[in-house]
T-cell receptor, first 113, second 105 residues
Protein backbone atom coordinates (compact mmCIF):
# COMPACT_ATOMS: atom_id res chain seq x y z
CA UNK A 1 0.00 0.00 0.00
CA UNK A 2 0.90 3.65 -0.25
CA UNK A 3 3.16 5.08 2.44
CA UNK A 4 2.68 8.44 4.09
CA UNK A 5 5.22 9.83 6.51
CA UNK A 6 5.01 12.65 9.02
CA UNK A 7 7.67 14.64 10.73
CA UNK A 8 8.19 15.24 13.54
CA UNK A 9 6.45 12.45 15.41
CA UNK A 10 6.45 14.41 18.62
CA UNK A 11 7.05 18.06 19.40
CA UNK A 12 6.93 20.12 22.56
CA UNK A 13 6.95 23.88 22.24
CA UNK A 14 6.39 26.99 24.29
CA UNK A 15 3.20 28.97 24.07
CA UNK A 16 3.40 31.63 21.39
CA UNK A 17 5.80 29.80 19.10
CA UNK A 18 4.99 28.28 15.72
CA UNK A 19 5.35 24.64 14.81
CA UNK A 20 5.58 23.12 11.34
CA UNK A 21 4.50 19.57 10.65
CA UNK A 22 5.41 17.85 7.40
CA UNK A 23 3.42 15.20 5.59
CA UNK A 24 5.00 13.32 2.71
CA UNK A 25 3.74 10.71 0.31
CA UNK A 26 6.71 8.43 -0.21
CA UNK A 27 5.81 6.25 -3.14
CA UNK A 28 3.06 8.10 -4.91
CA UNK A 29 2.02 11.59 -5.89
CA UNK A 30 -0.75 13.20 -3.94
CA UNK A 31 -2.52 16.19 -5.39
CA UNK A 32 -4.72 16.21 -2.34
CA UNK A 33 -3.86 15.55 1.28
CA UNK A 34 -5.97 15.83 4.40
CA UNK A 35 -5.16 17.13 7.83
CA UNK A 36 -6.92 15.86 10.94
CA UNK A 37 -6.63 16.51 14.62
CA UNK A 38 -7.55 14.11 17.34
CA UNK A 39 -8.10 14.95 20.99
CA UNK A 40 -7.48 12.29 23.64
CA UNK A 41 -10.06 9.52 23.60
CA UNK A 42 -11.94 11.18 20.76
CA UNK A 43 -12.31 10.61 17.08
CA UNK A 44 -10.55 12.29 14.22
CA UNK A 45 -11.82 15.62 13.01
CA UNK A 46 -11.04 16.80 9.54
CA UNK A 47 -9.38 20.21 9.67
CA UNK A 48 -8.65 20.94 6.05
CA UNK A 49 -8.05 19.57 2.61
CA UNK A 50 -4.67 20.49 1.18
CA UNK A 51 -4.56 20.98 -2.57
CA UNK A 52 -1.30 21.01 -4.50
CA UNK A 53 -0.68 24.37 -6.09
CA UNK A 54 -3.75 26.05 -4.64
CA UNK A 55 -5.25 27.19 -1.39
CA UNK A 56 -6.36 24.68 1.19
CA UNK A 57 -10.02 24.15 1.92
CA UNK A 58 -10.75 24.53 5.61
CA UNK A 59 -13.56 22.92 7.52
CA UNK A 60 -15.99 25.08 9.39
CA UNK A 61 -14.60 26.36 12.64
CA UNK A 62 -10.94 25.88 11.69
CA UNK A 63 -8.97 29.14 11.61
CA UNK A 64 -6.98 29.32 8.40
CA UNK A 65 -4.66 31.96 9.80
CA UNK A 66 -3.97 29.78 12.79
CA UNK A 67 -3.36 26.58 10.88
CA UNK A 68 -1.38 27.44 7.77
CA UNK A 69 -1.28 24.77 5.10
CA UNK A 70 1.13 24.70 2.21
CA UNK A 71 1.07 22.02 -0.47
CA UNK A 72 3.98 23.10 -2.62
CA UNK A 73 4.72 19.80 -4.32
CA UNK A 74 2.97 16.59 -5.23
CA UNK A 75 4.60 14.76 -2.34
CA UNK A 76 4.67 17.29 0.47
CA UNK A 77 2.09 19.17 2.49
CA UNK A 78 2.93 21.17 5.59
CA UNK A 79 0.78 22.32 8.47
CA UNK A 80 2.06 25.21 10.55
CA UNK A 81 0.40 25.89 13.87
CA UNK A 82 1.04 29.57 14.41
CA UNK A 83 1.30 31.21 17.83
CA UNK A 84 0.54 27.90 19.47
CA UNK A 85 -1.35 27.79 22.74
CA UNK A 86 -1.93 24.92 25.16
CA UNK A 87 -5.37 24.30 23.69
CA UNK A 88 -3.68 23.47 20.39
CA UNK A 89 -2.08 20.46 22.03
CA UNK A 90 -3.37 17.50 20.12
CA UNK A 91 -2.52 14.62 17.82
CA UNK A 92 -2.30 15.81 14.23
CA UNK A 93 -2.62 13.26 11.44
CA UNK A 94 -2.35 13.67 7.69
CA UNK A 95 -3.59 11.38 5.00
CA UNK A 96 -3.67 10.98 1.27
CA UNK A 97 -6.21 9.05 -0.68
CA UNK A 98 -5.03 7.58 -3.95
CA UNK A 99 -7.81 5.55 -5.47
CA UNK A 100 -10.22 6.62 -2.72
CA UNK A 101 -8.50 4.55 -0.02
CA UNK A 102 -7.01 6.72 2.69
CA UNK A 103 -3.47 6.13 3.88
CA UNK A 104 -2.44 7.85 7.04
CA UNK A 105 0.76 9.23 8.35
CA UNK A 106 1.80 8.03 11.81
CA UNK A 107 0.71 11.28 13.40
CA UNK A 108 2.42 14.12 15.24
CA UNK A 109 1.79 14.68 18.92
CA UNK A 110 1.99 18.37 19.70
CA UNK A 111 2.30 19.54 23.28
CA UNK A 112 2.23 23.27 23.92
CA UNK A 113 3.48 24.32 27.31
CA UNK B 1 -20.91 16.94 12.89
CA UNK B 2 -19.69 13.41 12.77
CA UNK B 3 -21.36 11.17 10.26
CA UNK B 4 -20.45 7.79 11.64
CA UNK B 5 -21.43 6.62 15.05
CA UNK B 6 -19.95 3.46 16.46
CA UNK B 7 -21.77 1.18 18.81
CA UNK B 8 -20.84 0.14 21.43
CA UNK B 9 -18.48 2.83 22.64
CA UNK B 10 -16.56 0.26 24.63
CA UNK B 11 -16.41 -3.51 24.48
CA UNK B 12 -14.54 -5.90 26.73
CA UNK B 13 -14.44 -9.61 25.90
CA UNK B 14 -12.38 -12.69 26.62
CA UNK B 15 -9.67 -13.78 24.25
CA UNK B 16 -11.04 -16.22 21.72
CA UNK B 17 -14.50 -14.72 21.63
CA UNK B 18 -15.89 -12.82 18.68
CA UNK B 19 -16.23 -9.04 18.79
CA UNK B 20 -18.87 -7.16 16.85
CA UNK B 21 -18.87 -3.42 16.41
CA UNK B 22 -21.50 -1.44 14.59
CA UNK B 23 -21.44 1.84 12.74
CA UNK B 24 -24.30 4.01 11.57
CA UNK B 25 -24.09 6.92 9.21
CA UNK B 26 -26.40 9.65 8.08
CA UNK B 27 -25.92 10.46 4.42
CA UNK B 28 -25.31 8.52 1.24
CA UNK B 29 -21.85 7.04 0.85
CA UNK B 30 -19.63 5.78 -1.94
CA UNK B 31 -17.69 3.59 0.41
CA UNK B 32 -17.07 3.04 4.07
CA UNK B 33 -13.79 2.24 5.71
CA UNK B 34 -12.83 0.68 9.01
CA UNK B 35 -9.64 1.55 10.84
CA UNK B 36 -7.94 0.56 14.04
CA UNK B 37 -5.83 2.73 16.27
CA UNK B 38 -3.66 1.55 19.10
CA UNK B 39 -3.57 3.88 22.07
CA UNK B 40 -1.97 7.19 21.18
CA UNK B 41 -0.67 5.93 17.85
CA UNK B 42 -1.44 6.17 14.15
CA UNK B 43 -4.24 4.65 12.19
CA UNK B 44 -4.25 1.36 10.35
CA UNK B 45 -6.64 0.82 7.49
CA UNK B 46 -8.53 -2.47 7.85
CA UNK B 47 -11.15 -2.78 5.16
CA UNK B 48 -12.87 -0.62 2.56
CA UNK B 49 -16.36 -1.70 1.52
CA UNK B 50 -18.05 -0.03 -1.41
CA UNK B 51 -21.67 0.97 -1.48
CA UNK B 52 -22.53 -1.82 -3.93
CA UNK B 53 -20.99 -4.48 -1.70
CA UNK B 54 -22.79 -6.21 1.16
CA UNK B 55 -20.00 -8.15 2.80
CA UNK B 56 -16.25 -8.28 2.72
CA UNK B 57 -13.70 -10.49 4.44
CA UNK B 58 -10.08 -10.05 5.36
CA UNK B 59 -8.51 -12.72 7.52
CA UNK B 60 -10.38 -12.74 10.84
CA UNK B 61 -12.29 -9.61 9.90
CA UNK B 62 -15.71 -9.49 8.33
CA UNK B 63 -17.44 -6.27 7.40
CA UNK B 64 -21.05 -5.97 6.35
CA UNK B 65 -22.82 -2.98 4.87
CA UNK B 66 -26.56 -2.32 4.79
CA UNK B 67 -27.15 0.83 2.80
CA UNK B 68 -30.91 0.68 3.41
CA UNK B 69 -30.29 0.98 7.15
CA UNK B 70 -27.19 3.14 6.71
CA UNK B 71 -25.22 0.84 8.91
CA UNK B 72 -22.13 -1.33 8.86
CA UNK B 73 -20.67 -3.89 11.20
CA UNK B 74 -17.16 -5.14 11.85
CA UNK B 75 -16.77 -8.65 13.20
CA UNK B 76 -13.47 -9.86 14.57
CA UNK B 77 -13.48 -13.62 15.04
CA UNK B 78 -11.36 -15.56 17.51
CA UNK B 79 -10.13 -12.36 19.15
CA UNK B 80 -6.59 -12.02 20.43
CA UNK B 81 -5.07 -9.76 23.04
CA UNK B 82 -3.31 -7.91 20.21
CA UNK B 83 -6.70 -6.87 18.84
CA UNK B 84 -7.07 -4.49 21.78
CA UNK B 85 -7.42 -1.06 20.15
CA UNK B 86 -9.95 1.55 19.14
CA UNK B 87 -11.88 0.89 15.96
CA UNK B 88 -13.35 3.60 13.78
CA UNK B 89 -15.60 3.69 10.78
CA UNK B 90 -15.29 6.54 8.34
CA UNK B 91 -16.76 7.75 5.12
CA UNK B 92 -16.11 10.88 3.14
CA UNK B 93 -13.49 11.95 5.66
CA UNK B 94 -16.01 12.12 8.49
CA UNK B 95 -15.38 9.80 11.38
CA UNK B 96 -17.35 8.15 14.10
CA UNK B 97 -16.39 8.33 17.75
CA UNK B 98 -14.92 4.83 17.75
CA UNK B 99 -15.31 1.66 19.75
CA UNK B 100 -12.68 0.88 22.33
CA UNK B 101 -12.15 -2.87 22.26
CA UNK B 102 -10.39 -4.62 25.12
CA UNK B 103 -9.49 -8.29 24.81
CA UNK B 104 -8.86 -9.92 28.16
CA UNK B 105 -6.28 -12.73 28.13
Amino acid sequence: GAVVSQHPSRVICKSGTSVKIECRSLDFQATTMFWYRQFPKQSLMLMATSNEGSKATYEQGVEKDKFLINHASLTLSTLTVTSAHPEDSSFYICSAAPDNEQFFGPGTRLTVL
Amino acid sequence: SQQGEEDPQALSIQEGENATMNCSYKTSINNLQWYRQNSGRGLVHLILIRSNEREKHSGRLRVTLDTSKKSSSLLITASRAADTASYFCASSYVWGAGTKLIIKP
